[in-house]
DNA sequence: AGCACGCCGACT
DNA sequence: GTCGGCGTGCTC
């Protein structure tokens, strides 16, 4: 049997394909880029391995050329890519290519250059301001390099030529870049007795594999906590990797560890550039780099020393990918920690439902940080009947009248809703027709007081029709956002200084940061805002939280709903009080009786946690069943649901112990065009169901309209939308 | 995913 | 008679 590389490719195929060695190196190792034939075209592949050939000899080509000396993944991390795309039903290729920065996935050279530093000379920084009159580009970047060094892997092409012919002028240089020591200065605070345990806890299995769930309040130091075992282990010559969510690896955060590791911490995230993300992935790869700070693609990062996983907020809805393979970057964190031997500590306040079954089952260790540090006392949380109370506009007058109380005291006051917009629907006050998305089966949402219909779904945008296209009668903006209410409380608390802070206010890179930070320095009294004020900042002057409508979560059809919205307005309340001014939570509700909500505000988010899994168990829902969604979407309704009906009629006889729930619509039947239909597979059994969905995948690639329709599995998913 | 092949409608 | 539509199949 002819001996075969087998090789990884960029094409939608399960499993690697089989080259044969290229002369003169018959023996290369898996994780080295090859550039193969493909059909009648050569891509960039990677060896996973080597074996018996499993076709026969005549179809096998040859390697072209080997691309590495060294593998740029190392054992550990193939089988990450190999396991997540078993798990995931997803093509090796595909999670392959997450592995790595796209210019290595385009065959550029993996070999690390010291990241360079352009910076101006003396005869540049002495040049005259109107220098360079006929070279925009390069006055440009002359002026960008006043303000400080810039890294030459954040200069777009053009730069790089402006600061070549700039280099020419001898004006400016660039040099390697010195890699920053921590501040010597820096302050490491007492740890709390709660914070000392759990250092100790993890500290005294460093050198295994344990997950320790580390559960405290905002504010109850868990950063602290993982600053203290992460430098652990970087004094060990260990590497760590920490995963935050997306919105907050702010550079706060990133400050935060850059006094303690200087530079040798990487931060790593979509917003940077191709050439950044390749010198971060190389900086860990050589060992430069100790510590990668990252969203969820970061759990793909090299590390080749790794000691040590954190993944703060273990509970956000970030770490899941919503597209191509749909992995959870906290599930694989877990899982690699395990094939390393290292710890993971698992933080939040509000962990998730799975997370903590995991942890009263004995798989995880739960470590609490019960007081806040310092002197801080929790919020107070108090139910707003809205079935009762006077109000104006959705507001209580209860909760204006503590606004207005605390503002008069000069502390700051906060107001939560989680929906964007003006208002949620136009409405004919006449006949009763709502304005739809022509894209999506969704109303449109009205924004600019009215100026502009805007589908959250699809991005379209249009103008309101002056009157109902139906019948001609007036139309309404029906309900609110965070827009109108901006515009009740200008009108309610004149002249009080106030901010509005959601995705619409923040759309930029760093414009979410400013206005934060606007807010913690004090300048704004009252905000109004979306889940984006959940995180981050403290806001020391802040003493009342609104909770606009604690039932959008509560009662929507997702089961996820109750325990996302638990989470958040317990986030948010952890914005309240902090220093030492008691906080107040007023939680608006049309139904206070709500079972879950009445555990959450009498006993807290742990016996919320418990009724909520008590409820998820009788009902047989994660994490006490198992899920995988087929998801299928076609711009022809009628080929969605056909080929969702042909899916499921195939997994019917596929597999013991597993259910097939549907065909069925998806929640939002429509989007962007293309008509939605799913697939639900449930099974007591994580085995029973994989041993199904393998099975699956390959029939559904064989159905008739396969390749009509656009279908994806999603294994453990956190949203039915 | 690409990229070919192939088999039917309307065009120089 | 050909140009091109996109359904189907394959890539070691
Ligand atoms: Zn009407
Ligand atoms: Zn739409």
């Not at 959940?534 to 806001?539: D, I, N, T």
Request: aromatic content about 4%; glycine content about 10%; charged content about 25%.
């Amino acid at each position: 049997m002819t001996q075969v590389l087998k090789v990884a490719v960029p094409a939608p195929l399960a499993g690697a394909l089989d080259y044969l060695p290229p002369r003169g190196a018959p023996d290369i190792p898996a994780g080295v880029r090859v550039r193969v034939p493909l059909g009648r075209r050569a891509v960039v592949g990677v060896v996973v391995g080597r074996g018996p050939a499993a076709v026969v000899p005549d179809r096998l080509r040859p390697v072209r050329a080997v691309l590495d000396e060294r593998p740029v993944l190392d054992g550990g991390l193939l089988d990450l890519v190999a396991f997540a795309a078993g798990y995931y039903h997803a093509p090796l290729g595909e999670v392959l290519a997450l592995a790595l920065p796209a210019p290595l996935r385009k065959g550029a050279p993996a070999q690390p250059r010291r990241p360079l530093l352009w910076r101006l000379t003396a005869a540049g920084r002495a040049a005259p301001a109107a220098a360079l009159a006929r070279a925009p580009r390069q006055r440009g970047l002359l002026e960008r390099l006043r303000a400080g060094p810039v890294a030459a892997a954040a200069l777009s092409a053009e730069d790089r030529r402006a600061a070549a012919a700039l280099a020419a002028r001898g004006w400016a240089e660039a040099a390697p870049a010195p890699v920053a020591p921590p501040d010597p200065g820096v302050h490491r605070p007492a740890l709390t007795p709660a914070q000392g345990a759990a250092v100790a806890a993890v500290r005294a299995a460093a050198d295994r594999f344990a997950v320790h769930l580390l559960e405290g309040v905002t504010g109850s130091g868990k950063t602290e906590v993982y600053l203290r075992l992460a430098e652990e282990a970087v004094a060990r010559g260990g590497q760590v990797l920490v995963l935050v969510p997306e919105i907050a690896l702010t550079p706060q955060t990133l400050r935060r560890f850059r006094a303690r590791f200087g530079g040798r911490v990487v931060a790593y995230h979509s917003g940077l550039a191709e050439g950044e993300r390749l010198a971060a992935w190389a900086a860990l790869r050589e060992g430069e780099a100790a510590v990668a700070l990252g969203t969820r693609s970061a759990v793909w990062l090299p590390l080749p020393r790794l000691a040590l996983v954190v993944v703060d907020e273990e509970h956000d809805p970030s770490y899941k990918q919503q597209e191509g393979p749909r992995y959870h970057a906290r599930d694989l964190a877990v899982w690699r920690a395990r094939r390393q031997g290292c710890p993971v500590v698992l933080g939040s306040a509000t962990p998730a439902l799975e997370t903590l079954h995991n942890a009263r089952r004995g798989r995880f260790r739960h470590l609490r940080l019960a007081e806040r540090a310092g002197e801080a006392v929790l919020p107070r949380l108090e139910l707003v009947d809205l079935r009762r109370e006077p109000q104006a506009q959705g507001i209580a007058r209860r909760v204006l009248a503590a606004a207005e109380a605390e503002l008069a005291a000069g502390r700051q006051v906060l107001f939560f809703l989680n929906r964007r917009g003006y208002a949620p629907t136009l409405l004919c006050t006449a006949c009763g027709w709502i304005a739809g998305c022509d894209r999506c089966s969704v109303r449109l949402t009205v924004h600019g007081a009215g100026a502009v219909l805007r589908c959250h779904h699809c991005g379209a945008r249009r103008r309101p029709p002056p009157a109902c296209p139906a019948c001609g009668g007036a139309l309404l903006g029906v309900g609110r956002g965070t827009e109108r209410v901006e515009a009740l409380l200008r009108a309610r608390f004149e002249g009080v200084p106030l901010t509005r802070i959601d995705r619409d206010r923040a759309r930029r890179r760093g414009a979410l940061e400013r206005l934060l930070a606007e807010v913690a320095a004090g300048g704004p009294r009252i905000v109004v805002g979306t889940q984006l004020l959940a995180k981050g900042h403290h806001f020391p002057d802040l003493t009342l939280v609104g909770v606009l409508n604690a039932d959008q979560g509560l009662f929507g059809a997702d089961f996820r709903g109750p325990e996302r919205a638990a989470q958040l307005i317990v986030q948010v309340a952890g914005r309240a009080g902090r220093g030492r001014l008691p906080g107040r939570v007023l939680i608006q509700t049309h139904a206070p009786e709500h079972p879950l909500l009445q555990r959450l505000v009498r006993e807290g988010y742990a016996a919320f946690a418990a009724a909520a899994l008590a409820e998820r168990a009788a009902a047989r829902l994660p994490p006490f069943a198992h899920l995988a969604l087929l998801r299928v979407e076609a711009v022809d309704a009628a080929a969605a649901e056909g080929f969702a009906a042909a899916a499921a009629k195939a997994a019917a006889g596929l597999g013991e112990g597993v259910e097939v729930l549907g065909p069925a619509p998806a929640p939002i039947e429509r989007r962007a065009g293309r008509h939605r239909w799913q697939v639900l597979l449930r099974a007591a059994r994580r085995s029973a169901l994989q041993r199904l969905l393998a099975r699956w995948a390959v029939r559904l690639e064989g159905l008739p309209g396969a390749r009509r329709v656009r279908w994806g599995l999603d294994v453990d998913p956190l949203e039915m939308a």
